[in-house]
């Protein structure tokens, strides 16, 4: 069974102060690794998917990065509109749905 | 509008009453999914349906139902509402088997 563990549960940060998100994964056979952003109230939006150890992904303040048995999503210099739970999903072999972690509950206040 | 809509938005009901979500999209995607989210337990698949004529037990589906009438339209329905099937539920479309576009949530209230 495909599990994924995302930590901290809730993290606080100042405007500007850099940190990282971690998302634990056991899946056999991993076939993409997904980010996913979502705002109180609204849907899961779609940040990056990961294939393979090593591949890293940006966009604006935002780095994923994958390992073998982890994903880190690195925030730079956050401002107070990153604010959001950030959510990580694994997706296994073959026509396999994606499991999600519980999320982080980011912070950043000004 | 919003490619992936969901209706009703806000529903409050009793133990015991029939109540279907409504899912339509506008992205042409084979693929559609029924989710469940609670705090504190994340996301959790109710069913999916990878074309019209396939529909796929997730991890959650008792007592839940789902009928696909379209390629476009995906509704879920609890034959019989219970109190801790409160909760926030959201449909999604996809492609591929990868990126997942979520509608904007229906909150249910089982009283």
């Known amino acids: 069974e495909d599990q994924v563990t995302q930590s901290p549960e809730a993290l606080r940060l100042q405007e500007g102060e850099s940190s990282s998100l971690n998302c634990s994964y056991t899946v056999s056979g991993l076939r993409g690794l997904f980010w996913y952003r979502q705002d109180p109230g609204k849907g899961p939006e779609f940040l990056f998917t990961?294939?393979?150890a090593g591949e890293e992904k940006e966009k604006e303040r935002l780095k994923a990065t994958l390992t073998k048995k982890e994903s880190f999503l690195h925030i730079t210099a956050p401002k107070p509109e990153d604010s959001a739970t950030y959510l990580c999903a694994v997706q296994g072999p073959g026509y396999s749905t994606l499991t999600f972690g519980k999320g982080t509950m980011l912070l950043v206040s000004p | 509008d919003a490619d992936v809509t969901q209706t009703p938005r806000n529903r409050i009901t009793k133990t015991g009453k029939r109540i279907m979500l409504e899912c339509s999209q506008t992205k042409g995607h084979d693929r559609m999914y029924w989710y469940r989210q609670d705090p504190g337990l994340g996301l959790q698949l109710i069913y999916y349906?990878?074309?019209?004529?396939?529909?796929n037990k997730g991890e959650i589906s008792d007592g839940y139902s789902v009928s696909r009438q379209a390629q476009a339209k995906f509704s879920l329905s609890l034959e019989s509402a219970i109190p801790n099937q409160t909760a926030l539920y959201f449909c999604?479309?996809?492609?591929?088997?990868?990126?997942?576009?979520f509608g904007e949530g229906s909150r249910l209230t089982v009283l």
């Open positions: 999604a479309t996809s492609l591929g088997p990868g990126e997942l576009f």
């Open positions: 990961l294939y393979s």
């Open positions: 349906s990878f074309d019209v004529k396939d529909i």
